[in-house]
Nanobody, 128 residues
Framework: QLQLAESGGGLVQDGGSLRLSCAAS????????MGWFRQAPGKEREFVAA????????YYADSVKGRFTISRDSSRNSVYLQMNSLKPEDTALYYC?????????????????????WGQGTQVTVSS
């Protein structure tokens, strides 16, 4: 059974940077689709970014494009989210997600129901 554990969240000022990590155990991620989602208080969970492990194809939500970068490290069985130029509206609980399928459509990648495995989340707070 695949298990995911996020880390790297914290409190940062407007314009700052953070790097989130998602470490996997129980399975190797070589054939998985990995996604990052976030959920702010009172709001629905929303898509942030996704990566296809093998070829490295990436997709981003428009709200983070140009500021966030998703990457993976096979040797560490981990996926990362580098977040730059953070804004107060980026404040949320950030989740890592995984699934063995890949559909080359952002509409599929952006759905929470497309992913079978989820971590517990890591809190990111951006102060103004």
């Amino acid at each position: 059974q695949l298990q995911l554990a996020e880390s790297g969240g914290g409190l940062v000022q407007d314009g700052g940077s953070l790097r989130l990590s998602c470490a996997a155990s129980g399975r190797t991620l070589s054939s998985y689709t990995m996604g990052w989602f976030r959920q702010a208080p009172g709001k629905e969970r929303e898509f942030v970014a996704a990566i296809r492990w093998g070829v490295g194809t990436t997709y981003y939500a428009d709200s983070v494009k140009g500021r966030f970068t998703i990457s993976r490290d096979s040797s560490r069985n981990s996926v990362y989210l580098q977040m730059n130029s953070l804004k107060p509206e980026d404040t949320a609980l950030y989740y890592c997600a995984a699934d063995q399928r890949w559909v080359d459509l952002i509409s599929w990648l952006a759905r929470t129901s497309s992913y079978n495995y989820w971590g517990q989340g890591t809190q990111v707070t951006v102060s103004s």
